[in-house]
Antibody, heavy 118, light 106 residues
Framework: QVQVQESGPGLVKPSETLSLTCTVSGYSISSGYYWGWIRQPPGKGLEWIGSIYYSGVTYYNPSLKSRVTISVDTSKNQFSLKLSSVTAADTAVYYC????????????WGKGTTVTVS | EIVLTQSPATLSLSPGDRATLSCRAS??????LAWYQQKPGQAPRLLIYDASNRATGIPARFSGSGSGTDFTLTISSLEPEDFAVYYCQQRSNWITFGQGTRLEIK
C-alpha cells in the first residue's frame, strides 16, 4: 500500500532554511495525486503548508507563501519542503501526506518528523 | 481566511455513548468539509470528506452531516479506541483546520 515518510534535520538555527524530504513508496508520484505538507506546533492544531502535483503545479498557504518552496523529484519518487528564515514559531511536527479530490483532503499521512528551531 | 470553530473544546463521554461534535465556519464552505481523528503521538487519520462521505476503511459508526456553515460529526456508539482529538478542515478557500475537539473518557 501507499506509504509516505518524512526525513530531514531535527534542529535548525533561527534565520536559516528548514529542508525536509518526503519519500513515497508503493505508488509512483508520476501516476497522479497531489502531495502536501502539514505542520503541528507542540500542543496545537494543524496548519496546511502547501501541496504539489507531479507536474510541478503548487499551491501554498498564503500566510507562508513568501517563505515556502515545495518541489518534486519524480526520478526519486520524492517531494520536498523548504521553509526559509525560520523562527521559533516554526518549531513543529511536520507531516507529509497524499491528497485526493485535488489537493484538498489528505488520506495517507507520514508519521511526522519533529523540527526544532533553536 | 475561513475560520473554523469547533465545539465543545472537550467532550467527556463513556464507551457506548453517542458523540456529537460541531464545526462552524466563518462563511459558507458549501459541503467542502472533512473530519480527521488524531491520537497522541500519531498522524491524523481522515474520517469524512465532502461533509458526509466516509473515507476508505472508516467504520459505519462515524457519520458526517451539514452544509454551508454548520457541520456535525457523529459517532453513534463510542468504542474505546475512539477517544482522541478530532479536527475539521475546509477546502472551500485554501485549506484551514479547526482548533480541535478532545473526546475523553468520562
Amino acid at each position: 500500500q501507499v506509504q509516505v515518510q518524512e526525513s530531514g534535520p531535527g534542529l535548525v538555527k533561527p534565520s536559516e532554511t528548514l529542508s525536509l524530504t518526503c519519500t513515497v513508496s508503493g505508488y509512483s508520484i508520476s501516476s497522479g495525486y497531489y502531495w502536501g505538507w502539514i505542520r503541528q506546533p507542540p500542543g496545537k492544531g494543524l496548519e496546511w503548508i502547501g501541496s504539489i502535483y507531479y507536474s510541478g503545479v503548487t499551491y501554498y498557504n498564503p500566510s507562508l507563501k513568501s517563505r515556502v518552496t515545495i518541489s518534486v523529484d519524480t526520478s526519486k519518487n520524492q517531494f520536498s519542503l523548504k521553509l526559509s528564515s525560520v523562527t521559533a514559531a516554526d518549531t513543529a511536527v511536520y507531516y507529509c501526506a497524499r491528497a485526493f479530490k485535488g489537493y484538498y483532503y489528505m488520506d495517507v499521512w507520514g508519521k511526522g518528523t519533529t523540527v526544532t528551531v533553536s | 481566511e475561513i475560520v473554523l470553530t469547533q465545539s465543545p473544546a472537550t467532550l467527556s463521554l463513556s464507551p457506548g455513548d453517542r458523540a456529537t461534535l460541531s464545526c462552524r465556519a466563518s462563511q459558507s464552505v458549501s459541503s467542502y468539509l472533512a473530519w480527521y481523528q488524531q491520537k497522541p503521538g500519531q498522524a491524523p487519520r481522515l474520517l469524512i470528506y465532502d461533509a458526509s462521505n466516509r473515507a476508505t476503511g472508516i467504520p459505519a459508526r462515524f457519520s458526517g452531516s451539514g452544509s454551508g456553515t454548520d457541520f456535525t460529526l457523529t459517532i453513534s456508539s463510542l468504542e474505546p479506541e475512539d477517544f482522541a482529538v478530532y479536527y475539521c478542515q475546509q477546502r472551500s478557500n485554501w485549506i484551514t483546520f479547526g482548533q480541535g475537539t478532545r473526546l475523553e473518557i468520562k
